[in-house]
């Protein structure tokens, strides 16, 4: 389109005149309809704007670096890594992941865990027994 009006799309984005004079129907083909070359137009005329909604970061708790740093009753963010059908794996940033039972994940029985909670989920989670010796860490999941 730039290259038929004879400037570079950065112009193109800049002048909305240029725009104006860009017919959509000579654009069309089998695979790209008028509808596509539509939203083209409105996305030259909105550069940088993300549709997507604000990626927030991931973040550890900075008081914890290894298991022996961890209390009971302690509540961290952390990320699900595994699902079993027992419970979840939870990585809270400690090396070594930490055990959330399914009879800990929440006030109603959980039959099927992968159906209530999916890898990769952030989930904030309460330390309930540290097992140092076996290198064991029981987590509750909190709504």
């Known amino acids: 389109m730039a290259a038929d009006l004879g400037c570079t799309v950065k112009e193109l984005m800049k002048d909305k005149n240029l725009r104006k004079k860009i017919d959509l129907s000579k654009y069309v083909t089998d695979t ?19 549709p997507r909604p604000e990626f927030v970061p991931f973040r550890y708790d900075d008081r914890v670096k ?32 930490g055990l959330v039972h399914k009879s800990r994940m929440g006030s109603k029985y959980v039959e099927n865990v992968s ?3 999916k890898i990769g989920q952030t989930a904030r989670v309460k330390v309930i027994d540290i097992d140092l010796e076996r290198k064991r860490i029981s987590l509750e999941l909190l709504e």
């Open 66 to 97: 290894s298991i022996e740093d961890l209390k009971t009753g302690m509540i961290l963010p952390g990320i699900v890594t595994n699902i079993t059908a027992f419970g979840a794996f939870v990585d809270i940033g400690v090396h070594q992941d």
């Open 115 to 117: 159906e209530f909670i």
């Open 32 to 50: 790209v309809g008028l509808p596509t070359l539509k939203d083209i137009m409105e996305e030259l005329a909105k550069p940088g704007r993300d």
